[in-house]
């Protein structure tokens, strides 16, 4: 009698105790974003890995690419949904090809009915995060730049077993203006079967487009058909790439560029000022303005790396480009390996150019590489006693494919030679020709120098690279252009750059900043040197930009959308400044300095840079309450401690303790609340206040329903009163039977 009535009491205590465990110890989690530890792997959006993908593992139902550029500020969002119909884990490395000067701004990932979104980092503490979520068995994926492929950004992700995973990605750039257009380039290359393959275009410009024209497209010109043009007005233009499925090849990848040029309507003036919601950026591209001649010193890397191929196809360009300086202007040729050797200046003229080809084709490879002796022997030159004009940049293209391996070979004193020698301030183009050149060292001496660095690919049009990178330079039309805007309309320390060495034909002068509230009218005046002597002109008339329509932001649902877009342009171009100047500082302070105005600007703008990373962590379990619920009161008090305590920290101590904030909650809880972005950007007054608003979510959130160390004091206390309850009716059997 006893055993039959006491049979219901160990089932019960069984069901209670897992009942409460259970509860006790979860806070109904959310879906699991992919998990990066998983044995399987495939490459997806790239090349595949190494190891060997399994292509027959995973499948890419949709891959979309969606652009929208407005006044020449792209915003693209590439979309891949990916099923996995296997019974195990598998591992992609998504590798995307971006244009070398864009910055990833978005990272969301779609998974079980959940949207987990991303975190900007500093790069350094973005992989720590990583790499600790991962040893403890925690789902994340890190979006970072790859060290010397500045055009390459992966996304490492997994997909759970027989689940379906929405990737979405999404960068942004200010498209240059180069030999007179705007080139905007989307690369398709999903390295995995895909049926579903979609790219749309939208440009939106204040200007009407006069040139419009789509050079590539994926899969070849077999594929031309594919791409529908149309236009909504003159400012507006649409292109769609959507290839029928059935011409799709057999084994279903079609790789390849879609680049779209365009150019507005431009006249003799001052370009244009647009102003939007405090925030304001003036184009300037004046056309038919006069030349002005130039001296062109060509200074070429002969050490024995360049046999073979290289040196045939550089001589192959420098014959082409002699043919095409301008009237008037003068020219050398410098080559240089262990010893260096100059052709002499020279006017050009015919016999000149006669005399030039046949130095070039007496050139031949031998010794080592000596980047200073070269720079020495092209920056002294006795230009005056050939002409006496007085406005004549010199302009010195170095291609080398190499480090400095004989003569001075530090770098720091190669660079400070080269500002010592540069009496005449001639600006340097240097070219990186191949892998093995020193593209950190050919950046510094650039920057420093009035000019910029360019990488040289080692292919088949290594020649025809050569002639367009001559073609961009081949006109200067200005120097020493200098922008100055009224002080009571604009915020003078929020301006980017606003003098600029040279003015190049077919390109484009960007200055970009904040106003003030109050401001009526913005006038500029722009200065430099022309042909004709002292150049000026002025602008006082400016565009307030009417917001585009919403459906040509409708992609970008699950992005932070840019709904100013010149605010988007202002922060890219100020952090694009400040990296250009952390590479050509010259002291450690200056350098530090540079570097922290741009990660401050990335962080508030999630900006993914050389300097930051993105990072997306599963929450844990105990601390995954949605951040909607909390009370509102306990909120602020969290925010009120969490300001008082940082108070006194340093900015990297408050860098380092935000490892703990991404672990410990959904960082799409972030998002909902919004915050990270100000409207002031006085760098030393708010670096503090962006971490203080991160620390505040993160110590709320630490104290969530119930952690793992609740649990266990609970327990002593269930077993306790489970125990009673047991005597309890153990108790009242016994009666039951007496």
């Known amino acids: 009698m006893r055993s039959a009535q006491h049979s219901w009491i160990i089932p019960w205590w069984i069901l209670l105790c897992g009942w409460l465990s259970t509860h006790l110890t979860q806070c109904h989690p959310s879906p699991p974003i992919p998990d990066v530890a998983s044995s399987s792997s495939s490459s997806l959006g790239g090349a595949a890995t190494s190891s060997g993908s399994q292509w027959d593992d995973l499948e890419i139902l949709a891959y979309h690419i969606q652009s929208v550029v407005i006044s020449r500020y792209a915003v693209t969002t590439v979309t891949c949904k990916i099923r996995n119909p296997t019974l195990d884990p598998q591992e992609a490395a998504f590798t995307f090809l971006l244009p070398v000067h864009a910055f990833i701004s978005n990272l969301t990932i779609e998974a079980g009915g959940k949207n987990y979104t991303s975190l900007v980092r500093e790069k350094e503490e973005a992989r720590r995060t990583y790499e600790r979520a991962k040893s403890q068995g925690r789902n994340t994926a890190i979006v970072h730049q790859k060290e010397r492929e500045t055009s390459k950004f992966r996304v490492d992700v997994s997909v759970a077993e027989q689940d379906e995973v929405i990737f979405y990605l999404t960068y942004e750039e200010l498209l240059e203006r180069r030999l007179g257009v705007y080139s905007h380039k989307i690369n398709v290359h999903p390295g995995y079967p895909v049926r579903d393959l979609l790219v749309d275009v939208t440009i939106h410009e204040t200007r009407d487009i006069n040139v419009l024209e789509v050079k590539k497209v994926p899969g070849g010109p077999d594929f031309r058909d594919a791409v529908a043009e149309w236009r909504e007005g003159l400012k507006t233009a649409r292109l769609r790439f959507y290839p029928n499925p059935e011409r799709i090849p057999v084994d279903g990848v079609l790789h390849g560029q879609l680049e779209v040029q365009y150019d507005v309507k431009r006249d003799l003036d001052a370009g244009d000022v647009q102003v939007v919601d405090g925030y304001f950026v003036h184009f300037f591209a004046p056309s038919d303005l006069q030349y002005t001649p130039k001296h062109i010193t060509f200074l070429i890397d002969v050490s024995t790396s360049m046999k073979g191929n290289k040196l045939m196809q550089v001589k192959e360009a420098l014959q082409h480009i002699l043919t095409e300086l301008n009237l008037g202007d003068t020219f050398n040729i410098v080559r240089f390996s262990t010893m260096t050797h100059k052709l002499g200046t020279m006017r050009y003229t015919g016999t000149a150019v006669r005399k030039a080809k046949k130095y070039i084709n007496s050139l031949e490879v031998e010794g080592g590489t000596n980047i200073d002796g070269g720079l020495k022997d092209a920056m002294e030159q006795d230009v005056e006693s050939i002409v006496s004009d007085s406005?004549?940049?010199?302009?010195?293209?170095?291609?080398?494919?190499?480090?400095?391996?004989?003569?001075?070979?530090?770098?720091?004193?190669?660079?400070?030679?080269?500002?010592?020698?540069?009496?005449?301030?001639?600006?340097?183009?240097?070219?990186?020709?191949?892998?093995?050149?020193?593209?950190?060292?050919?950046?510094?001496?650039?920057?420093?120098?009035?000019?910029?660095?360019?990488?040289?690919?080692?292919?088949?049009?290594?020649?025809?690279?050569?002639?367009?990178?001559?073609?961009?330079?081949?006109?200067?039309?200005?120097?020493?252009?200098?922008?100055?805007?009224?002080?009571?309309?604009?915020?003078?320390?929020?301006?980017?750059?606003?003098?600029?060495?040279?003015?190049?034909?077919?390109?484009?002068?960007?200055?970009?900043?904040?106003?003030?509230?109050?401001?009526?009218?913005?006038?500029?005046?722009?200065?430099?040197?022309?042909?004709?002597?002292?150049?000026?002109?002025?602008?006082?008339?400016?565009?307030?930009?009417?917001?585009?329509?919403?459906?040509?932001?409708?992609?970008?649902?699950?992005?932070?959308?840019?709904?100013?877009?010149?605010?988007?342009?202002?922060?890219?171009?100020?952090?694009?400044?400040?990296?250009?100047?952390?590479?050509?500082?010259?002291?450690?302070?200056?350098?530090?300095?540079?570097?922290?105005?741009?990660?401050?600007?990335?962080?508030?703008?999630?900006?993914?840079?050389?300097?930051?990373?993105?990072?997306?962590?599963?929450?844990?379990?105990?601390?995954?309450?949605?951040?909607?619920?909390?009370?509102?009161?306990?909120?602020?008090?969290?925010?009120?401690?969490?300001?008082?305590?940082?108070?006194?920290?340093?900015?990297?101590?408050?860098?380092?303790?935000?490892?703990?904030?991404?672990?410990?909650?959904?960082?799409?809880?972030?998002?909902?609340?919004?915050?990270?972005?100000?409207?002031?950007?006085?760098?030393?007054?708010?670096?503090?206040?962006?971490?203080?608003?991160?620390?505040?979510?993160?110590?709320?959130?630490?104290?969530?329903?119930?952690?793992?160390?609740?649990?266990?004091?609970?327990?002593?206390?269930?077993?306790?009163?489970?125990?009673?309850?047991?005597?309890?009716?153990?108790?009242?059997?016994?009666?039951?039977?007496?």
């Not at 200065?527 to 459906?551: A, I, K, Y």
Request: charged fraction near 20%; aromatic fraction near 8%.
């Open 391 to 738: 406005v004549r940049p010199h302009i010195i293209v170095m291609l080398t494919d190499g480090q400095p391996t004989v003569g001075v070979t530090s770098e720091n004193i190669i660079l400070r030679n080269v500002r010592e020698r540069n009496k005449e301030k001639a600006t340097i183009f240097c070219l990186g020709f191949g892998s093995g050149a020193d593209m950190n060292l050919l950046e510094k001496i650039s920057l420093q120098n009035r000019g910029s660095a360019r990488k040289i690919y080692e292919d088949a049009d290594a020649a025809d690279q050569l002639k367009g990178f001559y073609q961009e330079l081949s006109s200067p039309i200005l120097l020493d252009v200098d922008f100055s805007y009224s002080t009571d309309a604009v915020v003078v320390n929020s301006l980017s750059n606003t003098h600029f060495y040279n003015y190049f034909s077919g390109t484009e002068l960007v200055v970009t900043g904040q106003t003030h509230p109050t401001h009526q009218s913005i006038r500029a005046n722009i200065t430099g040197q022309g042909r004709n002597g002292e150049f000026f002109m002025g602008v006082s008339e400016w565009n307030n930009v009417v917001p585009p329509d919403h459906h040509l932001l409708n992609h970008l649902h699950l992005a932070p959308t840019p709904k100013n877009f010149i605010k988007r342009l202002w922060a890219f171009l100020k952090i694009k400044n400040l990296l250009n100047e952390e590479k050509a500082a010259r002291g450690v302070h200056e350098k530090a300095s540079a570097q922290k105005k741009a990660l401050i600007i990335a962080l508030e703008n999630h900006f993914v840079t050389p300097l930051t990373s993105l990072v997306v962590v599963q929450p844990d379990r105990e601390n995954c309450k949605d951040y909607e619920e909390d009370d509102e009161d306990e909120v602020e008090e969290s925010i009120r401690k969490s300001a008082t305590s940082a108070d006194n920290a340093n900015y990297t101590s408050s860098l380092d303790s935000q490892d703990s904030v991404a672990r410990g909650f959904n960082p799409a809880s972030i998002q909902v609340r919004g915050g990270l972005l100000t409207s002031e950007y006085d760098y030393e007054e708010h670096a503090m206040d962006h971490n203080n608003m991160f620390f505040a979510k993160g110590t709320y959130m630490d104290s969530g329903f119930m952690s793992s160390s609740t649990s266990l004091r609970v327990m002593p206390l269930l077993v306790l009163f489970l125990q009673l309850l047991n005597q309890i009716t153990t108790a009242q059997v016994h009666s039951t039977v007496k």
